[in-house]
Nanobody
């Protein structure tokens, strides 16, 4: 089992920045691919970014490319999502998720929602971007 806890959400003005963190406990985190996902009320959960277990591969949704950066620190059992140039349409509940199967990152995207074949999920942190 892996427990994931997100933090760092909040209210920010358009154009601002937030850094989300995901703290993991339980099984060895450094073998897990980690992803950030988001979901608005009444909408499907969507992929934001995914990073491989050893940080050598990343995937970003087109809507966040160039603005968001995913990273991880296996020594600290954490992952992060740096979000810059935030837009009102980035307002969502953001989830951290992890999976130990070391897929090609595109596989998670092709599997699709709601779980994208990620085995472990946090409870989410809310990001609100005001215009």
């Amino acid at each position: 089992q892996v427990q994931l806890v997100e933090s760092g959400g909040g209210l920010v003005q358009a154009g601002g920045s937030l850094r989300l963190s995901c703290a993991a406990s339980g099984r060895t985190f450094n073998i897990f691919d980690v992803g950030w996902f988001r979901q608005a009320p009444g909408k499907e959960r969507e992929v934001v970014a995914i990073i491989s277990w050893n940080s050598d591969k990343t995937y970003y949704a087109d809507s966040v490319k160039g603005r968001f950066t995913i990273s991880r620190d296996n020594a600290e059992n954490t992952a992060a999502l740096q979000m810059n140039s935030l837009k009102p349409e980035d307002t969502d509940l953001y989830y951290c998720a992890a999976d130990p199967r070391a897929y090609d990152l595109g596989t998670y995207v092709r599997v699709g929602g709601p779980d994208y074949d990620m085995d472990y999920w946090g409870k989410g942190t809310t990001v609100t971007v005001s215009s």
